[in-house]
Structures are given as C-alpha cells and as structure tokens.
Nanobody
Framework: VQLVESGGGLVQPGRSLRLSCAAS????????MNWVRQAPGKGLEWVSS????????YYADSVKGRFTISRDNAKNTLYLQMNSLKSEDTAVYYC????????????WGQGTQVTVSS
C-alpha cells in the first residue's frame, strides 16, 4: 500500500490550492479516503472524508464551505480542493484510507506541507 500526497506549498490568505493523493497497492475504489492535518505544535485534526464511490462527503466544521474532497477511482487519486485559505489552515496534510467512515485509518501518506501566509 502506498499513498503519496502532492500539491502543497506556500499560498497567500484567500487563495486556493488543490492537493492530490496518488494511491497504489490496493483496490482504491473499495475504501473510504480521508484527509487529516497537523498544524505546527498541535495534534492531528480530521479534515474530510469521502466514501468509496464518491457519492458522500464529510467535512470538519472548520473547513466546511471552503474545502471540497473528491476522488477519481479510474486514476486511483484523491483530491482536496482548498479555497479561501486562512492562516489557520497551515499544516501538514495527510491522506489516509479506512474501511468505513470513522473507522481506523490504517495507511497514511507522508504528508504535504501547506503554508498560508502573506
């Protein structure tokens, strides 16, 4: 199993970024996928989840209305579109898989850094 995030970087407040997570080594289309972040000096924070076929999505209140999770099962790729970014969105963003919503996240990527700063 391998999960590889990309798309992070330095962005000004109010701008947008799209993160990607390329999955391999398992049947991507049968798993829920999740985004989790860790801000500097803080614990892990769940951001968003999507079910196996992409028909249902879930968001933390802190990102609802600004972030959009999606997936392309043909490309084995998970996405996180982040709009109206704020300084408090600065964190390392990880993708992780789970069998069900809220169940154990058994494989994680290495993370991608997102820094929101003017």
């Amino acid at each position: 199993v391998q999960l590889v995030e990309s798309g992070g970087g330095l962005v000004q407040p109010g701008r947008s970024l799209r993160l990607s997570c390329a999955a391999s080594g398992f049947t991507f289309s049968t798993y829920y996928m999740n985004w989790v972040r860790q801000a500097p000096g803080k614990g892990l924070e769940w951001v968003s989840s999507i079910d196996s076929d992409g028909s249902n999505t879930y968001y933390a209140d802190s990102v609802k209305g600004r972030f959009t999770i999606s997936r392309d099962n043909a490309k084995n790729t998970l996405y996180l579109q982040m709009n109206s970014l704020k300084s408090e969105d600065t964190a390392v963003y990880y993708c992780a898989r789970s069998l069900l919503l809220g169940s154990h996240l058994d494989y994680w990527g290495q993370g991608t850094q997102v820094t929101v700063s003017s």
